[in-house]
């Protein structure tokens, strides 16, 4: 089945510098969405991406559609401490029925 | 509040006992998918429903899962016979089918099977 792989697994940042993470897929996608999730929370959307190259910024926040549509990133700059959390990559299909989801990087901001 | 709600929060049962629960979806989606997370990991597909239509079974949704949207506006998801590897949060999402495929989650109720 489709599978998504994110980089890094974990990073640990100092509080104010940026940070780049990365997802990448074998299935091209159409739509990519970019989530954060806090503990014994649900996945709260950051950004949606619908076309390749496309690139969108959210505050801090900026991601970009790969060209081939195999993969995207996401960049946040000047970190804080609230930004810790994990951030979930997801590819839709076509249809927008079928959402893959990676298995997340893990973002810890020291003070 | 009008985002997904969902219904209980957290579930510690038996192993073998029945657990049922509920997700109100975002009152004018129309989609509505059902997600198991467990530690580590992103979530995983389980089911999705159009209105009332369950439109997609994943694999991972064995016989004892079954989930229903009667109306075509909330959502249950029953798990009879409740295993240890039951275990996990389980999300329900929502979405406007049309071009902008976006999805909302719940804030996920977890389950513990002891």
């Known amino acids: 089945g489709q599978q998504l792989n994110q980089s890094p697994q974990s990073m640990f940042i100092q509080e104010g510098e940026d940070v780049s993470m990365n997802c990448t897929s074998s299935?091209?996608?159409?739509?990519w969405l970019w989530y954060k999730q806090d503990p014994g929370e649900g996945p709260v959307l950051l950004i949606a991406?619908?076309?390749?190259?496309e690139l969108t910024s959210n505050g801090r926040l900026t991601a970009q559609f790969g060209i081939t549509r195999k993969d995207s990133f996401l960049n946040i700059s000047a970190s804080i401490p609230s930004d810790v959390g994990i951030y979930f990559c997801?590819?839709?299909?076509?249809?927008?029925?079928?959402?893959?989801f990676g298995p997340g990087t893990r973002l810890s901001v020291l003070p | 509040d009008t985002g997904v709600s969902q219904d209980p929060r957290h579930k510690i049962t038996k192993r073998g006992q029945n657990v049922t629960f509920r997700c109100d979806p975002i009152?004018?989606?129309?989609?509505l998918y059902w997600y198991r997370q467990t530690l580590g990991q992103g979530p995983e597909f389980l089911t999705y429903?159009?209105?009332?239509?369950?439109?997609?079974k994943s694999r991972l949704l064995s016989d004892r899962f079954s989930a229903e949207r009667p109306k075509g506006s909330f959502s249950t998801l029953e798990i009879q016979r409740t295993e240890q590897g039951d275990s996990a949060m389980y999300l329900c999402?929502?979405?406007?089918?049309?071009?902008?495929?976006?999805?909302?989650f719940g804030p996920g109720t977890r389950l513990t099977v002891l």
């Open positions: 999402a929502s979405s406007l089918s049309g071009l902008a495929n976006e999805q909302f």
């Open positions: 997801a590819g839709v299909d076509d249809y927008g029925q079928n959402f893959v």
């Open positions: 991406l619908y076309k390749a190259g």
């Open positions: 009152s004018e989606h129309n989609r």
């Open positions: 429903f159009q209105n009332e239509a369950q439109l997609e």
């Open positions: 299935s091209i996608f159409n739509t």
